[in-house]
C-alpha cells in the first residue's frame, strides 16, 4: 500500500471545499454552452453507454513486452489477451486463446497449448500459432522490464500446428499457466510489432481483445469496442479514462461531483474513508481483497534476531487488528502468512502458531532468550521514508509491544530514502524492515518461492545466494528448498497445497517474515453503473460495466 500525507491532505480538502461551488458552476456553464468537443465528450459520458473511468495511473508505455506497471497493464488487460486468464473476480485460471488448459509431457519440461480458431488482430492480421509464438518469443527477446517472468522459465516456443502452440521449458515449473496469464503475455499483431532488442512500440496496443486502442493521450484514454471480437460483447459501447496523474485529490473530487463514472487506482485512506461514509443515494462502493501482501523482515544473521525464541516472540505480539484499524483505517485485512486469503492454499500458520498479541507467550519465549527488562531485545526496524504508512506502523508495533512487554523489546524505528532502502536490504544491512509484495502472476508458488528459496547456503551460515537473500531475511532451509522444488514438479492440484500448508508451517515455525496485512481494493461507481467488478490481480475488467438505462 502507498504512502498516504494524512496531514496535508486534510488541508488541501478543506482549501478545495471552498473552491467546489464555483467549479460546479463552471462545469455547468461548459457543459451547458461548449459547442466544442468537450461537449460532445459530455453528451456521450452522459447519454450513451459509454463508461467514463477515473485514475491517477498514468501508462508509461502500452507495449506488452516492456510494460511492468499496473497503469499500463490495465489497458493490456482489455485491449490484449493472453493463453490464459482468471475467471473474473477469482483466482480460477481459465484458457483464453488457449482452447484448453495444455497437455504436459511425463518429464513436466513440454506443454502442448491448443489454440483458439476464427480469432483476429484488431487490424485484421490472422491470429493463430505463429502469432502467438511471436508475441511470447517478442517479449523474451526484446529485452523490456518483464522479459525475465518468461525469459527465466521457458527455453523454447514454436508453433507444430497451424492452432498448436508448443513451449518447452528450462526446469518443471507447475505455475506455468498462471505466468502465461500475465496480460503482458498477450498475443500482439505480426504487423504491427518486430523482434529486436529495445524495439519497442510505446504508444500502440494492437491486439484480439473485446476493445481497440483508440486514443492514448498524455491525461487520457480512449478504448472503442472491437466489433469484429471472437467472443462475448462488452456491456457498454466504449471506455472514456481520465487520467488524474499523481493528483488523487482530483480523482477525489471529479467522482463526487459526478463528472466520471467510475473512480479506480489510487485514492488515498482518508478519501476512501469519505466516500465508503456517504455512499448510497448517489454511488456505491465495490470491495475486493487485494493481493499485495505486507510483512515485516527480519534478519537472521543479526542479533538478536538470530535466536528464534525473539523472533517467535515478536510473531506473538504483533497486533495486527491495532494496525488495521489506527493506520490503515479499516481498509486491508489481517494476514497470517504470505499467500493472500485468496487463494484456496492459504493457511493461517501464524494464528494457529502464535495468535495475537499473545503476552504470556511472548514474555516467556524473551526470558528463555535471555532478555528482560533490564537487558531488552533492541532492534532496529526500517522502512522507506517515503512510506509515511509503514513509518505510522513502525511507531504502532514499537509503542504496542513496549506498553504489551514492558521494555523487555524495544523497537526503534528508522528509515530511508526507497532506493537506498532496497539496496541495503539484500545486503543485510537492516536487522528488521517492513516491505509489500505485489506478485508477479497468482500462484501461490509466487509468495513463497521468492522468500524461502535459496540457491547456495547452509543452516549455519544462512542464505548466501537466493530469493531469501535478496528479500532481506537470509533465511535457509533444506526443508524449505526441496518442498518448493517439490511444488514445482507436482500438477496435482490437492498435492500441491499439501505442500504449500507445510512450507507456510515451516515460515511459522521458523518466522524469517511475520505477514501484517493484504490490502483490499476498492472501486467507487455512480448509482446510474452496475456490473462493476474487481479482479484480485487488480486488473479492472471494463467489460463487464454498464449503465442501467441501457
Partial sequence: ?????????????????????????????????????TQNNASNNLDSNRISVGTTLKPRTLDPADNYELAGLNIIYNVGESLYTYQVGTTEIKPLLAKAMPQISDDNLTYTIPLRQGVTFHDGAAFNAEAMAFSLQRFIQNGGKPAFLLGDVIDEVEATGEYELTIRIKQPFAALTALLAFPGACAV????????????????????????????????????????YWGDKPANQGINIQIYAGNSANLFNSFKTGAIDVAYQSLDP???????????????????????????????????????????????????????????????????????????????????????????????????????????AIIEIWHPSGSITRGIV???????????????VQFIPNSVES???FGNLSQGIYPSALVDWYPDFLDPD?????????????????????????????????????????????????????????????????????????????????????????????????????????
Fill in 1 to 37: 500500500m502507498n504512502s498516504n500525507r494524512f496531514s496535508y491532505l486534510w488541508q488541501q480538502l478543506q482549501k478545495i471545499s471552498k473552491y467546489l461551488v464555483l467549479f460546479s458552476i463552471c462545469f455547468a456553464l461548459t457543459v451547458g454552452c461548449s459547442n466544442n468537443q
Fill in 189 to 228: 499483431s505480426p504487423q504491427a510489432y518486430k523482434i529486436g532488442e529495445g524495439e519497442f512500440n510505446p504508444n500502440i496496443l494492437v491486439g484480439t481483445g473485446k476493445y481497440k486502442l483508440a486514443q492514448f493521450k498524455s491525461d487520457s484514454i480512449s478504448l472503442d469496442v472491437n466489433e469484429s
Fill in 270 to 376: 482518508q478519501q476512501i474513508e469519505n466516500l465508503i461514509d456517504h455512499a448510497g443515494n448517489k454511488w456505491q462502493v465495490i470491495e475486493g481483497s487485494g493481493t499485495v501482501v505486507n510483512y515485516l523482515v527480519l534478519n537472521l544473521q543479526q542479533e538478536p534476531l538470530n535466536m528464534p525464541e525473539v523472533r517467535q516472540a515478536i510473531a506473538s505480539i504483533i497486533n495486527r487488528t491495532l494496525i488495521n484499524d489506527r493506520v490503515l483505517k479499516g481498509q486491508a485485512e489481517p494476514i497470517y502468512s504470505l499467500i493472500p486469503t485468496a487463494f484456496d492454499s492459504y493457511h493461517p500458520s501464524l494464528e494457529k502458531y502464535y495468535g495475537d498479541v499473545h503476552t504470556d507467550n511472548a514474555k516467556k519465549l524473551l526470558t528463555t532468550a535471555g532478555y528482560s527488562t533490564e537487558n531488552p
Fill in 394 to 408: 513502525a511507531e504502532t508495533i514499537k509503542a504496542s509491544t513496549e506498553q504489551e512487554l514492558g521494555g523487555m
Fill in 419 to 421: 532506493a537506498s532502502f
Fill in 446 to 550: 509466487n509468495y513463497i518461492q521468492p522468500f524461502l528459496s535459496c540457491s547456495k547456503g547452509s543452516p549455519n551460515i544462512g542464505c548466501e545466494e537466493g530469493a531469501a537473500q535478496s528479500r532481506g531475511s537470509f533465511y535457509y532451509s533444506h526443508r524449505a528448498n526441496l518442498l518448493i522444488d517439490q511444488s514445482r514438479h507436482e500438477q496435482d492440484p490437492n498435492k500441491r497445497q499439501a505442500l504449500f500448508i507445510e512450507l507456510q508451517q515451516l515460515l511459522a515455525q521458523d518466522v524469517p517474515y511475520i505477514p501484517l496485512w493484504q490490502t483490499k481494493d476498492y472501486v467507487f461507481a455512480q448509482n446510474v453503473v452496475n456490473g462493476v467488478k474487481i479482479n484480485p490481480s487488480q486488473n479492472f475488467p471494463f467489460w463487464t460495466i454498464r449503465k442501467m438505462n441501457h
